[in-house]
């Protein structure tokens, strides 16, 4: 192998780190993987808003909360300068390493609410445990109401503006 004076950024800073003091670039400062210096926490906020998208993204999913909430949120979507509320119908409780989430929705008439439930939660799961890397022990799901097709939307319907 010929040396063209290239070198890879690991043995650069290995061998130019000014922290070496002659030991040859093997010296490490604070010992152990950085990975797992000090902690991180996850606010229950920020599960919520996972969660909710992923709820919402399953097909048979209507809106996600009980009728008081997505009347009061339909008004305050209308309000200039609010943003839509995706915690809406999601409540969760984080551990350390651990949470659990209690969402409670409204299905489209005609799907089958087993099958909803099941993919809500699979698609709950999967989008919470990759982006927060916490252990979701359970997926509480409350059906509080059927969209019928000719039922007009609360948010269509409201009569502020």
Request: proline content about 2%; glycine content about 12%.
């Amino acid at each position: 192998m010929t040396d063209t004076g290239e070198r890879t950024t690991s043995q650069t800073l290995a061998k130019e780190s000014p922290d070496d003091h002659g030991t040859g670039g093997t010296a490490r400062r604070g010992g152990g993987d950085p990975a797992t210096r000090g902690r991180t926490s996850i606010a229950d906020g920020v599960v919520e808003k996972i969660a909710g998208l992923a709820a919402r993204d399953v097909v048979g999913v209507h809106a996600m909360g009980g009728g008081l909430a997505r009347t009061f949120g339909a008004v305050r979507d209308r309000v200039p300068g609010s943003s839509k509320s995706v915690t809406r119908g999601v409540k969760a409780e984080v551990g350390e390493v651990q949470t659990a989430l209690d969402l409670e929705i409204v299905v489209d008439y005609g799907v089958s609410i087993a099958d909803v439930a099941r993919d809500v939660r699979e698609n709950v799961v999967a989008a919470v445990e990759r982006m927060t890397g916490l252990e979701v022990v359970e997926v509480n799901i409350a059906v509080s109401d059927v969209k019928l097709p000719d039922d007009e939307d609360d948010e269509q319907a409201s009569r502020l503006q």
